[in-house]
Nanobody, 121 residues
């Protein structure tokens, strides 16, 4: 496993934007963001391979969220046009190999502690 340090998050107004970051202490092949709203299951948001060549987002955020990676170990999530439904704890998750089903929580080896994102209307 690797250690993950997340930053960003906070309280924003509807329509505003923010950026989340996650830095891995070691080598990884795949990084993803998940989120969990109160009373709901943890859901996959976006994922990216360390080369940056493969990046994907769920339909619920596609067109508003952008995922990127720097130096093969720092993942960014740029979230635009935030809506109250985006309110959740956001978790960084990583894998040290390439075989992944993006939305499968059990596939991931390491998890961050999760910054809170709150979008007020």
């Amino acid at each position: 496993q690797v250690q993950l340090v997340e930053s960003g998050g906070g309280l924003v107004q509807e329509g505003e934007s923010l950026r989340l970051s996650c830095e891995s202490s070691g080598n990884i092949e795949v990084m993803s963001w998940f989120r969990q709203a109160p009373g709901k299951e943890r859901e996959w948001v976006c994922g990216i391979r360390k080369s940056g060549s493969g990046r994907y987002c769920s339909d619920s955020v596609k067109g508003r969220f952008t995922i990127s990676i720097e130096n093969a170990r720092i993942m960014r999530l740029q979230a635009l046009s935030l809506i109250p439904e985006d309110t959740a704890v956001y978790y960084c998750a990583t894998l040290r190999h390439n075989e992944v089903i993006w939305g499968s929580r059990g596939d991931y080896e390491s998890w961050g502690h999760g910054p809170q994102v709150t979008v007020s209307s």
